[in-house]
């Protein structure tokens, strides 16, 4: 069979499901992703993982999971500074003040293109 498969997306898997705020849970799922590194990087076991994030293991099972909603971006961002994780968070202003977006990337992404860092 000579027919080419194509995917066609925008290259965020909640804006094509159609769930609201795709932005947000594409910024989240990057933050619980990086929380599932850590955690696995460091041999934590979930218990340990809650003690020094101060969620529930049952929360920290659910998390590494994907099960993300009832997280806001703050109190993941603060998850991971107790995992020892600086989170740095950059601001730019659009210059025709259009709707800006909402992006997490690895400290490694942020260099290669030259963002600037701020921390707060």
């Keep these: ?23 947000e849970h594409r910024a989240k799922s990057r933050l619980v ?3 599932s590194a850590v955690i696995r990087e460091r041999g934590l076991t979930q218990a340990e993982a809650a003690t020094i994030t101060g969620v529930p293991q ?17 109190r993941l961002c603060r998850m991971l500074n107790r995992l020892g994780v600086t ?17 997490v990337s690895e400290a490694e992404e942020a260099h290669a293109r030259s963002e600037p ?3 707060i």
Aim: hydrophobic content about 40%; proline content about 8%; overall charge negative.
């Design 87 to 103: 989170v740095s968070m950059v601001l730019v202003d659009e210059p025709d003040w259009s709707p800006g977006a909402t992006t």
């Design 58 to 74: 049952p929360k920290i099972s659910g998390l590494v999971r994907g099960q993300f909603r009832d997280f806001s971006s703050d």
């Design 33 to 35: 992703a990086k929380i």
């Design 1 to 23: 069979m000579d027919e080419k498969l194509e995917a066609f997306g925008s290259g965020n898997v909640f804006a094509d499901l159609g769930i609201p705020n795709p932005e």
């Design 117 to 119: 860092a701020m921390s």
